[in-house]
């Protein structure tokens, strides 16, 4: 079946209830999607990414962990999820990432509130 109408096409690509709420569940993910909305049309270095995200939890008084180990998680855990909602595209051999899901960053973000 071929689907003439691009807002349906949209709404198909959308993400569920359920889906964001698996994405905003960590808060280390919540300040990735954060920076990342900041930042929607570069494209990122999974380093620099881990040493922004490092800054900013020391500067919420989170106890942040070390850059390298923040930059395990994201590279494990973070990156991989956000790459299966297609909101961004990682690439883990060049440890590049770029948004690719600017409306579904955009929605997400409004869902808490930013």
Not at 30 to 56: G, M, P, R, Y
Request: proline share 3%; net charge negative.
């Amino acid at each position: 079946m071929v689907v003439d109408d691009s807002e349906t096409v949209a709404d198909a690509a959308a993400l569920s209830r359920a889906e964001r709420v698996e994405l905003l569940a960590s808060k280390r993910r919540l300040t990735l999607l954060e920076l990342l909305s900041t930042k929607a049309d570069d494209v990122h270095t999974l380093e620099s990414l881990a040493t922004a995200i490092t800054q900013t939890e020391q500067g919420a008084g989170l106890g942040a962990r070390p850059a390298h180990r923040v930059c395990l998680s994201l590279h494990h855990v973070h990156l991989p999820k956000l790459d299966a909602a297609d909101i961004v595209a990682y690439d883990p051999q060049r440890n590049v990432v770029e948004c690719t899901g600017h409306r579904e960053l955009e929605q997400l973000l409004d869902t808490v509130g930013r």
